[in-house]
């Protein structure tokens, strides 16, 4: 959904999208700390941390000149959609390395999972709640992710194949709302869902040995 509404935080005009994202992880975290407890929610807050740190720093590399001439650029302004699109490499990266040191296991993944899931969908319903759009694009919205929200938490669980099958479903479901939203297939959300579906497809179906411990 695009951005229609601003909202004003002490000196600051803050998009609608900020809020959104804000309010997108605390449900995340708070639902993953429910499920998995407190050291796997951690995962999740530090993925969000990272996210933000590098998608603020990385406007040194999108627009180096206007941080040169005001260093303080920094603090106001961030590296836009490519900075995001950083941002989600590095914790892809992170989340790889950690696997491969043996400091992230199969629940820790599954947490980190669902709190991504989770945070897209929140996300989405707080995009509608909080701005202007057409009335059938926003039930939509609400109505099938809010019934996917309830079939994923009910089966994130679950062992075998059935995160590989949830990610993909969950593509598909982000597919289908953004044909009647405004946007269309052209938006960033959908394009960073089909990544992050696609990259936990990959690592459940490479990591056989994490589905045995599931079985």
Same mark, same amino acid.
């Given at each position: 959904?695009?951005?229609?509404?601003?909202?004003?935080?002490?000196?600051?005009?803050? $998009?609608?999208?900020? %809020?959104?994202?804000?309010?997108?992880? +605390?449900?995340? !975290?708070?639902?993953?700390? /429910?499920?998995? @407890? =407190?050291?796997?929610?951690?995962?999740?807050?530090?993925?969000?941390?990272?996210?933000?740190?590098?998608?603020?720093?990385?406007?040194?590399?999108?627009?180096?000149?206007?941080?040169?001439?005001? $260093?303080?650029?920094? %603090?106001?302004?961030?590296?836009?959609? +490519?900075?995001? !699109?950083?941002?989600?490499? /590095?914790?892809? @990266? =992170?989340?790889?390395?950690?696997?491969?040191?043996?400091?992230?296991?199969?629940?820790?993944?599954?947490?980190?999972?669902?709190?991504?899931?989770?945070?897209?969908?929140?996300?989405?319903?707080?995009?509608?709640?909080?701005?202007?759009?057409?009335?059938?694009?926003?039930?939509?919205?609400?109505?099938?992710?809010?019934?996917?929200?309830?079939?994923?938490?009910?089966?994130?669980?679950?062992?075998?194949?059935?995160?590989?099958?949830?990610?993909?479903?969950?593509?598909?479901?982000?597919?289908?709302?953004?044909?009647?939203?405004?946007?269309?297939?052209?938006?960033?959300?959908?394009?960073?869902?089909?990544?992050?579906?696609?990259?936990?497809?990959?690592?459940?179906?490479?990591?056989?040995?994490w589905r045995n411990n599931y079985?």
């Amino acid at each position: 959904m695009p951005v229609t509404s601003f909202f004003t935080i002490g000196s600051l005009s803050v $998009p609608a999208s900020w %809020i959104a994202l804000m309010a997108a992880f +605390v449900v995340a !975290y708070s639902a993953v700390r /429910f499920r998995y @407890g =407190k050291k796997h929610a951690e995962i999740i807050g530090d993925a969000f941390f990272y996210l933000v740190i590098v998608w603020k720093l990385s406007i040194v590399l999108t627009d180096y000149e206007s941080v040169l001439r005001s $260093p303080l650029a920094i %603090i106001y302004f961030h590296g836009g959609v +490519v900075g995001f !699109y950083l941002g989600l490499l /590095f914790i892809a @990266g =992170k989340i790889l390395w950690d696997i491969n040191k043996g400091r992230l296991g199969a629940e820790g993944f599954r947490a980190l999972f669902t709190g991504a899931i989770l945070v897209q969908i929140v996300y989405q319903v707080m995009m509608v709640l909080l701005n202007e759009g057409e009335l059938f694009a926003q039930a939509v919205t609400i109505i099938v992710f809010g019934l996917f929200a309830v079939f994923f938490w009910m089966n994130s669980g679950k062992s075998g194949n059935w995160p590989v099958q949830l990610a993909l479903v969950f593509v598909a479901v982000h597919v289908f709302v953004s044909a009647v939203q405004p946007d269309e297939f052209i938006q960033t959300p959908l394009l960073s869902t089909v990544v992050m579906g696609l990259f936990f497809v990959i690592v459940f179906k490479r990591k056989l040995d994490w589905r045995n411990n599931y079985e």
